[in-house]
Nanobody
Framework: QVLVVESGGGLVQAGGSLRLSCAAS????????MGWFRQAPGKEREFVATINWTGGSIYYADSVKGRFSISRDNAKNTVYLQMDSLKPEDTAVYYC?????????????????WGQGTQVTVSS
């Protein structure tokens, strides 16, 4: 059984920063792509960022490009999402997902395992 656990959410003022962490266990972490998604109240879950197994292929949603940065530490079985210049519209539950294969992907269907989510609230 693969377990995915997010941490690092919280309340921050607009313009501030947060770093989310996601630890995955139960399989060889370094063999799989990872992704971050988010869901705001009343909205569908949306793609935020993704990273492939080596960290050499990274993609971002246009809404976070230039402000968020995804990275991974395969020795620690952990993927990170550094969020800077946060805006109120970034408020959402952020989900980490472990991919079905090695590549990076913005399609939630390419992810097999999901965490419970961590709340990020950005006040204006």
């Amino acid at each position: 059984q693969v377990l995915v656990v997010e941490s690092g959410g919280g309340l921050v003022q607009a313009g501030g920063s947060l770093r989310l962490s996601c630890a995955a266990s139960g399989r060889t972490f370094s063999h799989y792509g990872m992704g971050w998604f988010r869901q705001a109240p009343g909205k569908e879950r949306e793609f935020v960022a993704t990273i492939n197994w080596t960290g050499g292929s990274i993609y971002y949603a246009d809404s976070v490009k230039g402000r968020f940065s995804i990275s991974r530490d395969n020795a620690k079985n952990t993927v990170y999402l550094q969020m800077d210049s946060l805006k109120p519209e970034d408020t959402a539950v952020y989900y980490c997902a472990a991919g079905r294969a090695y590549f990076s992907s913005s399609d939630y269907n390419d992810y097999a395992y999901w965490g419970q989510g961590t709340q990020v609230t950005v006040s204006s």
